[in-house]
């Protein structure tokens, strides 16, 4: 008969999958317990009552409509649009949009706990949501009242799907030195190019897309809007990730790609700035995204030593786990703090926000990613299994350290605020 070892001693394969059941049953991401709330690692700590509020609507429904399905969407690679529009009932479309064309009219911050709310349920639902919001953002703040008027409601109830295209094949960290072109023609822009690892490529009805009117470098770059269906407009194969499987990411192709000049978003040669001022939010969105992945490892991690029995006691009563529990919550508080000090800063228009958010987005998604992977660790080998989400949060919020700029740059951006003379 099939065994495998537990605990140093072999047991029957029977015995031992009545026991996996077990343990699947208690640790399974809908029953969870929410065990650290009002603990020092509870993300309502040091909110008001409004932004509490917030959090639990966007907590139950991660609870509800997408922890429940999260491990499907990763295996079968399912975009959930009837569960993300469900999102966007509550506001959570475009949380930080002007409520003048439908946006939520909510500050940066509440954004950051919400979306941390909502990647308990599904890290990488979450983290499309967040790039959607980004891009709505970006129409809403930059874009005129004609564009506004026509997009933001649709974005806001989530009827368009957004995607942000910034990154090139030949043009990744480097994104100023980005090739697609738009040349004018008439009342027209003709778009040539490619874009890589577009999140949503595909999937979304609209692309914000950045590419090259003018003299090479960051002053020569506009932002355009591109509808899908657009004759031009080509998607290349969905690409096999690690993790973030709940959304495609797509080359998107421009070929001869028409679109009318009135889809420019602000200005000509403004379309730089206005990426960078998107990832801006769209960092502290994802490191939020990493806050609520690591949030749920944790309390799993925490209920599985409860209930888990090795050498006669729970994993609970070891003081090396206990410790090391003690360092993931210490980590997530960490992480939790700067992310809503960037958050803040950003909200305020402090002058060292691009710093602060950056040193969020480096500092949280990599102490986050760690605690998913101490949780992984303190699952033993049943954490590398698949039935248990702590691998898919781990898997899911790694890519945070490499996207909307990887930490290498996050990094870069830091020291260049430290050693700018002023
Ligand atoms: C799943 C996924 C989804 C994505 N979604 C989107 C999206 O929706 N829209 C979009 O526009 N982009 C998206 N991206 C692209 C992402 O933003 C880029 O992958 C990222 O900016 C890095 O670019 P690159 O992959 O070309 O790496 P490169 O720029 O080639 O970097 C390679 C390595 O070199 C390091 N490096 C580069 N320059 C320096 C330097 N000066 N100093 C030190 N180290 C350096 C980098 O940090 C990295 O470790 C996505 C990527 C992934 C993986």
């Known amino acids: 008969?099939?065994?495998?070892?537990?605990?140093?001693?072999?047991?029957?394969?029977?015995?031992?999958q009545a026991l996996l059941n077990t343990l699947r049953q208690q640790t399974r991401p809908t029953s969870r317990r929410f065990l650290l709330t009002a603990s020092c690692a509870d993300p309502a700590n040091g909110l008001g009552e409004e932004q509490r509020q917030i959090q639990k609507m966007a907590l139950d429904f991660a609870a509800k409509e997408?922890?429940?399905?999260?491990?499907?969407?990763?295996?079968?690679?399912?975009f959930p649009v009837e569960t993300m529009r469900k999102a966007a009932q509550l506001g959570f479309?475009?949380?930080?949009?002007?409520e003048k064309f439908g946006g939520t009219g909510l500050s940066r911050l509440d954004a950051s706990v919400i979306f941390e709310a909502l990647a308990t349920g599904c890290c990488s639902t979450t983290a499309y949501i967040s790039i959607h919001n980004m891009c709505a953002w970006m129409v809403d703040h930059f874009g005129n009242d004609e564009l506004r008027s026509q997009w933001v409601p649709r974005l806001a109830s989530m009827d368009t799907f957004s995607s942000y295209c910034l990154t090139e094949p030949g043009a990744g960290s480097d994104a100023a030195s980005l090739s697609t072109t738009a040349r004018k023609d008439g009342s027209h822009y003709v778009i040539n190019g490619s874009k890589a690892f577009i999140s949503g490529g595909g999937e979304s009805d609209l692309y914000v897309v950045m590419c090259r009117t003018g003299q090479a470098g960051p002053a020569g770059v506009s932002c355009i809007l591109v509808e899908k269906g657009t004759p031009g407009l080509s998607f290349a194969k969905k690409e096999k990730k690690l993790g973030w499987n709940s959304h495609p990411a797509r080359i998107v192709n421009f070929d001869d790609c028409r679109v009318p000049v009135t889809n420019l978003v602000g200005e000509e040669g403004q379309g730089f700035s206005i990426a960078m001022k998107g990832l801006n939010g769209g960092r502290i969105n994802v490191a939020s995204s990493s806050l609520g992945a690591a949030y749920a490892a944790l309390e799993q991690a925490r209920d599985y030593m409860k209930i888990r029995k090795q050498f006669g006691k729970s994993l609970e009563n070891f003081q090396y786990l206990q410790f090391r529990l003690a360092e993931m919550a210490t980590q997530l508080?960490?992480?939790r703090l700067i992310v809503r000090n960037a958050a803040v800063a950003l909200d305020s228009q402090d002058p060292n926000a691009v710093a602060l958010c950056s040193m969020a987005k480096l500092f949280a998604t990599e102490e986050c990613f760690k605690i998913c992977n101490s949780a992984?660790?303190?699952?033993?080998?049943?954490?590398?299994?698949?039935?248990?989400p702590v691998q898919q949060y781990m898997r899911d919020c790694r890519v945070h350290c490499?996207?909307?700029?990887?930490?290498e740059i996050m990094r870069m951006l830091v020291s260049r605020d430290l050693l700018t003379e002023r």
Not at 376 to 384: A, S, T, V
Not at 402 to 407: A, C, P, Q, S
């Open 376 to 388: 992984m660790q303190i699952f033993g080998g049943y954490g590398y299994l698949k039935d248990y």
């Open 402 to 407: 490499i996207l909307e700029g990887t930490n």
């Open 333 to 335: 508080v960490a992480s």
């Open 66 to 78: 997408l922890a429940p399905n999260m491990q499907e969407w990763d295996e079968k690679e399912i």
């Open 93 to 98: 479309g475009a949380v930080y949009c002007d």
């Open 1 to 16: 008969m099939a065994t495998f070892a537990s605990g140093g001693r072999c047991i029957s394969r029977p015995f031992a």
